[in-house]
């Protein structure tokens, strides 16, 4: 491995065209794919690097006829004029960090995704017809990018107004951008599907990727992605590289899903150029903006070089998360800042360590969330906003008699709804923390409102609301106490299958296929990841469907991740049954059982639950066709979360060996399917 590793290093200056880079001047090469080795160069070498011994230039705005550039001495950003396009990032000698080979309109871009009601999806990077400098000082410069909407434009484009921000900071080693989409009340209705910043690098220089400790890797060039170079799998973003520039990555999957990433993980991603070693980061210091809570799945970085700030999409949700405006509904939103980081390595040192100290500034945008700096009125300021503050129990009368406290769960403040309803809310802002050991919790800095507080505890199903509506106001500091979520129950346990964590992670997850292969993956404790574990089922399981034996089988063995469909040697796909077998003791038969059934994602699916007869012409309990979120595909352990209930007449069940069959018998598509979180059986009240 370490030889194959070095001779792709070594070809780097023949498929890119830099005659300079080879194996002597790289002292990675070899361990380029080991995320976990260790780093040697202090961050004070790194800064000093960064930033020299240069004096802090003040920031200067030059006003061009079709560009404008911002430069404070470390990075200068040119910005078409009045489009609000960034077409170049110069930075440490490099003339432009961004693809010079594209056209300017396809550099980095704000870009969304949007249908009119009834109408067909319109993809529409964001350009600006009006220019103006909002701040122009040694300190600061802000820039704005406005286009306005009238009636003039219906059908065209979006019905908002769109503020597009940008902030060159003294001192700074990057810069922020943010905007402000508003939607006027007299405008007609409108859906929007995804809203993004989008970052397309030089593909001579960008081709390490990182975007966690144990996801970074040597990546494909985008030629690899061509006719000739690669073969198009099940869908058009999974490729197989047939002949990649790069010979070490022969035969592996691409596939940009399979670097998605949740929410509250997703903070900071990007690139890593080793000759000069240059690291290009996209920084997101809050999920306040965020669509859906801290579990929603969005991508990152992939073969482009791309590099993405999401922040909204409907990918692992479906048209649960895309919201609809109506006309005459007013609307506005600020999304970011996030911040675009760039640093570098002095010559010798390890260009890897870019990772390590894009991190650290992560955690210091982090800390100094929210900014100061931004110029518009309705980006409030930490004085501006409120504070609140309690701690979390679980009353579970089968579990303890004490009250448990609620430690590591999810806490936010989400716009009023039912509960559970912050997971498909797609609009507003939500503010999100975890409890501690003891169940206590704080979530500082959230912006004026009324929210409901919601929550969720790993190790129990369902939602908690708390029933009191909250109002936070400037300055204020809310002290909510201690507050008591009652999980769903009604009898003893009888038996579980799984962990409930909203998530199919702890099941059975195969081998790929040894013919499509990720080698990120290998060995990766998110294996989940690799393509086509769908297929995998019909050979684990080739003349029949999943039998689980309650007190004989183990749920990480012998429970598939995912129930999927049974492709048939014709092509065509017939749907699944699987089967709960366990044995009661006694039962009175005038009593009723509980069935609790939590998905942990659902495809265009159906769960139906059957007792005892497996032919029964209806079922006891069927969830009719539910989902979208398209997980299975997209290499995703979870999407939305689904909670059912059911039922189960003691008349049903008998003293001995009893079957449960779920069946999902949609099967138009490979990819329709269920993923279970979590199966309890509970007896009746005691």
Known sequence: MRRKLQNILGCLSDCCGCTQHNQSQNPVAGDIQNPDRHFHIGKQALRENNYGSMPRHSVRLHIQDRHVVMDNGIVQITLSKPEGIVTGIRYNGIDNLLEVLNRETNRGYWDLFWNPPGGKGIFDVISGTSFRVIIENEEQVELSFIRMWDHSLEGKYIPLNIDKRFILLRGSSGFYSYAIYEHLQEWPGFELGETRITFKLRKDKFQYMAVADNRQRLMPLPDDRMPGRCQTLAYPEAVQLVNPKHPGLKGEVDDKYQY?????????????????????????????????????????????????????????????????????????????????????????????????????????????????????????????????????????????????????????????????????????YQFWTRADESGCFSIKNVRTGDYNLYAWVPGFIGDYRCEVAITLTSGCNIEMGDLVFGPPRDGPTLWEIGIPDRSAAEFYVPDPDPMHVNRLFINHPDRFRQYGLWARYVDLYPDADLVYT??????????????????????????????????????????????????????????????????APRPLFTTGLIGRDNSIARHGIHGLYWLYNVNIPGARLVEGENTIFLTQPRCTSPFQGLMYDYLRLEGPAT
């Open 550 to 615: 309650v007190g004989v089988s183990d749920y990480s063995k012998d429970w598939f991740f995912a129930q999927v469909v049974r492709q048939k040697d014709d092509g065509t796909h017939v749907g699944t049954t699987w089967q709960i077998k366990f044995k009661l003791a006694e039962i009175d038969h005038k009593s009723t059982f509980k069935l609790r059934v939590a998905l942990a994602s659902a495809t265009l699916a159906e769960l139906q639950v059957r007792v005892n007869d497996q032919n």
């Open 260 to 428: 998605s990433c949740k929410n509250e993980d997703n903070q900071v991603h990007g690139w890593i150029s080793f000759n000069p070693p240059v690291g290009f980061w996209q920084i997101t210091p809050s999920n306040e903006f965020r669509t859906a809570g801290p579990l929603k799945q969005n991508l990152t970085s992939h073969v482009g070089p791309t590099t993405l700030a999401m922040f909204h999409s409907s990918h692992y949700a479906g048209k649960d998360l895309v919201p609809r405006f109506n006309p005459g509904e007013y609307w506005k939103k600020v999304f970011g800042p996030v911040f675009i980081y760039v640093n570098s390595a002095a010559t010798g040192h390890d260009p890897l360590f870019l990772w390590e100290d894009a991190k650290i500034q992560m955690m210091a945008e982090v800390q100094s969330w929210p900014y100061s700096f931004p110029a518009y009125e309705d980006f409030q300021k930490s004085e501006q906003r409120g504070n609140i503050a309690g701690r979390l129990l679980v009353h579970d009368r089968y579990m303890s008699k004490d009250y448990i406290v609620a430690r590591g769960a999810y806490v936010g403040l989400a716009p009023p709804g039912d509960v559970g309803s912050w997971q498909r809310e797609c609009k507003d």
